[in-house]
């Protein structure tokens, strides 16, 4: 009895937690890729491994971090609440955020997902926008007769094509439920 008692007065001391989640959809690109006339060697498993990890980084919780301030949020608060899981064989992953409060923890947990979002797709035009730069400086180290013969052309065209991809790049993962 005096341990049902003691329990009971343990719980109702603590203070609640509440968990809400967002769910990501990560796209193929295949279909940015054609359109784009460039291809893709990217497997959907290792994409969905890196995703993930992804996003944990730091820097999606810093970002989160920031726009939270106000909120009295900062990146310790970020990097304890929220956790990133994926879905077993899906596109679908969960961002969940577990506070003291219903309606932080959903604003964490969908500003998370929104940080991270920004972050892919950031880094995603970086690094085609890079590989359209280094065409770009290949073409331009070559002789005047090369850069206009079908070497020349080439490079140009994969650089176009690399920038037209860059522009398409906006939803290879996007927020499908909002916590």
Same mark, same amino acid.
């Given at each position: ?29 295949? *279909?940015?890729?054609?359109? @784009?006339?460039? !291809? =893709? +060697? ?5 994409? /969905?491994? $890196?995703?993930? #990890? ?37 596109? *679908?992953?969960?961002?969940? @955020?577990?506070? !003291? =409060? +219903? ?5 964490? /947990?969908? $500003?998370?997902? #929104? ?65």
């Amino acid at each position: 009895l005096a341990a049902c008692g003691a329990a009971v007065a343990l719980t109702a001391m603590q203070e609640k937690e509440y968990e809400s989640s967002a769910k990501i959809l990560f796209r193929d690109p295949g *279909l940015e890729q054609t359109a @784009a006339g460039v !291809s =893709g +060697p990217e497997d959907p498993l290792r994409a /969905a491994t $890196t995703n993930l #990890e992804l996003g944990g980084v730091r820097v999606v919780a810093a970002r989160t971090a920031e726009r939270l301030r106000s909120a009295g949020v900062d990146l310790a608060a970020v990097t304890s609440s929220v956790e990133v899981d994926a879905r077993s064989n899906s596109d *679908l992953a969960s961002v969940s @955020a577990t506070t !003291s =409060g +219903p309606v932080l923890s959903a604003l964490m /947990a969908n $500003t998370f997902a #929104e940080e991270y979002i920004a972050f892919r797709v950031g880094s995603d035009r970086a690094r085609v926008s890079e590989a359209a730069g280094e065409l770009r400086r290949q073409r331009a180290e070559l002789t005047p007769l090369d850069r206009s013969g079908p070497l020349g052309d080439r490079l140009r065209q994969q650089a176009q094509n690399l920038d037209t991809l860059a522009t398409l790049m906006t939803r290879n993962v996007e927020l499908v439920e909002r916590a």
